[in-house]
């Protein structure tokens, strides 16, 4: 398989565990995929690439019909992590741009927070030559219109969960999708787009953003100017829960330093925007003049930082209130 440098870990861990071998795929210096690293990789013994489109630093593949073409006619598929679908709902559809299966994080895109942990759902979407293989059982409809759950197909690769995943969340998403109808999931992601690029235009001249200097629906920007203060991203980060935010996706994507994912979301006012952007202003300046009050954050917080390493290592998943009071 083969899988961006500026994938999400996700990516090349779902190839693996599919049993396949991942060959990383180098960005270009605009952040785009290099199609000189893509060619290089690509032979007739691979069998599938996963992108994700627009791509984890906020830009859209514009190589991606080529890309597309060339790895089918190496009759390997392309699959499309659609995390990034919030940029483009509406305006592309996957299917023109030459993917061929893909799945739909409803949590990032359809209508269920992303932050607090879940419950996520993520449906596949195939193209008609792939539908005989999907996973058993499927919902369909009999003759006289009744849903029912169909276990016979013969060319299904099978049962891949013994539950049915979290279907409120599913759910959710059709709600979602419903209530907007075309025109409204058309705004969302025009909204998303020009909320991700009116904080770019806020925050670059104190965060530098390495690649892009407009972005889709998020961009990515770099804490690297701090780091002379003594002051990384993770702080910035911790800063702003004194700011009463939450904060943002940090050290992802991978090739950019110290990085800070910006993903404002259609969702976001004016107001909300300005908000956000003023507290990262002011985080900037006293990250120059008083560092020491961004290595203690979060101050306004009962519990301060935690170790991390530790609660990944030994993770106490179960809430015991006497260990509290
Ligand atoms: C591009 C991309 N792929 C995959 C994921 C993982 O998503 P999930 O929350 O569904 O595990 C993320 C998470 O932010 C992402 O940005």
Do not use: W
């Amino acid at each position: 398989a083969l899988v961006p440098d500026s994938a999400h870990g996700t990516n090349p861990a779902s190839c693996t565990l599919a049993g396949l071998d991942v060959r990383e795929v180098k960005s270009a210096r605009n952040g785009l995929l290099d199609m000189k690293s893509f060619r290089e990789q690509l032979s007739d013994r691979v069998a599938v690439m996963m992108i994700t489109n627009p791509n984890t630093l906020g830009l859209f593949e514009r190589d991606v019909l080529t890309i597309a073409r060339e790895l089918h006619d190496h009759g390997a598929l392309l699959y499309l992590d659609g995390a990034n679908l919030n940029a483009i709902m509406g305006v592309a559809r996957p299917g023109d741009f030459g993917v061929d299966v893909m799945h739909l994080n409803l949590h990032k895109t359809f209508g269920t927070p992303h932050g607090g942990g879940g419950p996520g759902a993520g449906p596949i979407a195939v193209k008609d030559a792939l539908a005989p293989y999907l996973p058993t059982p499927v919902a369909r409809r009999d003759a006289a219109g009744r849903a029912f759950l169909d276990d016979d197909r013969p060319e299904s690769i099978g049962k891949v969960r013994s539950f049915y995943g979290n279907v409120g969340v599913m759910v959710r998403a059709y709600a979602y999708i419903r209530a907007l109808g075309a025109e409204g999931i058309r705004e969302a992601a025009e909204r998303a787009v020009l909320n991700a690029n009116y904080l770019l235009r806020k925050l670059a001249p104190r965060y530098p953003v390495p690649y892009g200097e407009r972005c889709m629906h998020e961009f990515v920007a770099t804490g690297e100017p701090f780091l002379e203060h003594g002051v990384k991203t993770l702080d910035i980060a911790k800063r702003l829960i004194d700011y009463g935010m939450h904060p943002p996706t940090i050290y992802f994507p991978l090739i950019v330093r110290e990085a800070l994912m910006i993903e404002p979301t259609e969702t976001e006012s004016r107001e909300t925007l300005d908000r956000f952007a003023d507290a990262m202003l002011k985080i900037a300046e006293e990250a120059e003049r008083s560092p020491e009050i961004l290595l203690s954050a979060p101050n306004t917080t009962e519990f301060s930082r935690f170790d991390e390493v530790a609660a990944g290592r030994k993770p106490r998943l179960r809430f015991e209130p006497s260990r509290l009071f």
